[in-house]
């Protein structure tokens, strides 16, 4: 089962203006990750942010961390038409049983970027 | 993509065979994963391996095998008894001391004909 949802599945918006996509997750974690795929190519990792932290930046990217309401959102300022891609979320959870090596990923957002 | 080859970008299947999908890195990196695409949809987990000699079942392991005898190397077979095949394969490798930050192939796109 899908732990991350993503929000909207699909977001079409002119170059310039703001992006902000959303994740939704089920169980507690240690960590959100996001990822980006350009069109037939593999995943590029942008930014983790810790279940401790409620917000980061790098670059043009902002990402919150609501753990209470378990969501998450991508917010990408002046977006330019290379941002054009699919955006995942992922969620490494909490394990019991110690180190936890794998993520879930959520069935992403498809971002246009209009020039 | 960078550190991690998949080989071949694409491959074609006839029905009833095996093919074997190569994934090498050279990040020196412990934890390597194999995950399914299809359109649309997010990257569900076939098999991963945390060490060498080690591996373990993801959320979809059947009609899939893998094998880890050197730590660079983490080869991925699609079997005959995968029903559904066809779909798009990434690998990942992860440094056992990060977050869990997965870096990526470029990917493998299967087609059975």
């Known amino acids: 089962s899908q732990q991350g949802e993503e929000d909207p599945q699909a977001l079409s918006i002119q170059e310039g203006e703001n992006a902000t996509m959303n994740c939704s997750y089920k169980t507690s974690i240690n960590n959100l990750q996001w990822y980006r795929q350009n069109s037939g190519r593999g995943l590029v990792h942008l930014i983790l942010?810790?279940?401790?932290?409620r917000e980061k930046h790098s670059g043009r990217l902002r990402v919150t961390l609501d753990t209470s309401k378990k969501s998450s959102s991508l917010l990408i300022t002046a977006s330019r038409a290379a941002d054009t891609a699919s955006y995942f979320c992922?969620?490494?959870?909490?394990?019991?049983?110690?180190?936890?090596?794998?993520?879930?990923f959520g069935k992403g957002t498809l971002l246009t970027v209009n020039p | 993509d960078g550190g991690i080859t998949q080989s071949p970008k694409y491959l074609f299947r006839k029905e009833g065979q095996n093919v074997t999908l190569s994934c090498e890195q050279n990040l020196n990196h412990d934890a390597m994963y194999w995950y399914r695409q299809d359109p649309g949809q997010g990257l569900r987990l076939i098999y991963y391996s945390q060490i060498v000699n080690d591996f373990q079942k993801g959320d979809i392991a059947e009609g899939y095998s893998v094998s880890r005898e050197k730590k660079e190397s983490f080869p991925l077979t699609v079997t005959s008894a995968q029903k559904n095949p066809t779909a798009f394969y990434l690998c990942a490798s992860k440094d056992s001391a990060s977050y869990n930050e997965q870096f990526f192939g470029p990917g493998t796109r299967l087609t059975v004909l």
């Open positions: 942010i810790r279940s401790n932290e």
């Open positions: 992922a969620t490494d959870i909490t394990n019991s049983g110690g180190s936890n090596y794998k993520l879930t």
